[in-house]
C-alpha cells in the first residue's frame, strides 16, 4: 500500500506542476507593441538669400530636404521670398531615423517660376539636421543665377 500512496503522490505533484506550467505560459504573457520614438521637433529658419548674387526676386519658393540612406526624401512645405529674405521654413522630418543628416535647401519650381528644372537649385548651404525645436534666424542662403525663361515663340 505504501508504493502505491507514493505513486499517486508523484502522478499527483507532476500533474499539478503541469498545470501550473501551463496556467504561467498561457495567461501570464502580455503583448507589447514597439513603438517608435516621437518625431523630432522641427527647426525653422529665417534669413536672406542671394541669387546669382544679387538679392532674390519676390516669388521664389524654397524648400528644406532631408535624405537619409536607405529612406524616402523629407521635404518642407516650401516659403516664398519677399524683399530677398525668407522666413517660417519649417524643416521637421517625421521620424528620428533623420536625424544627424544633411538639410539641403533647394528653390523649386512655382506658377511664377516654373522654368526652374524640378529637381531645384540647390544652395551652397547645409546643415546638419539635429532635430528641435529650434530656430536658425540669420541663417542666409546663397544660389546660383536662376536658368534663363525660355523666349516664347512668336
Do not use: C, W
Amino acid at each position: 500500500m505504501q508504493a502505491v500512496n507514493y505513486r499517486s503522490k508523484i502522478i499527483l505533484s507532476v500533474g499539478i506542476f503541469v498545470a501550473l506550467v501551463m496556467m504561467l505560459t498561457s495567461s501570464g504573457r502580455s503583448t507589447v507593441h514597439a513603438q517608435g520614438s516621437p518625431p523630432p521637433g522641427p527647426i525653422v529658419f529665417s534669413g536672406l538669400v542671394t541669387v546669382g548674387g544679387f538679392a532674390a526676386p519676390d516669388g521664389l519658393s524654397i524648400v528644406g530636404r532631408v535624405k537619409p540612406l536607405l529612406l524616402s526624401l523629407y521635404e518642407s512645405y516650401p516659403q516664398t521670398t519677399s524683399g530677398g529674405k525668407y522666413s517660417l521654413l519649417a524643416v521637421g522630418p517625421p521620424s528620428s531615423s533623420y536625424l544627424y543628416t544633411t538639410i539641403t535647401f533647394h528653390i523649386v519650381p512655382n506658377a511664377a517660376y516654373d522654368h526652374i528644372p524640378a529637381a531645384g537649385i540647390l544652395a551652397t548651404e547645409t546643415l546638419l539636421f539635429l532635430g528641435g525645436p529650434g530656430t536658425q534666424d540669420a541663417y542666409n542662403l546663397t544660389f546660383p543665377a536662376l536658368p534663363p525663361v525660355p523666349s516664347t515663340p512668336t
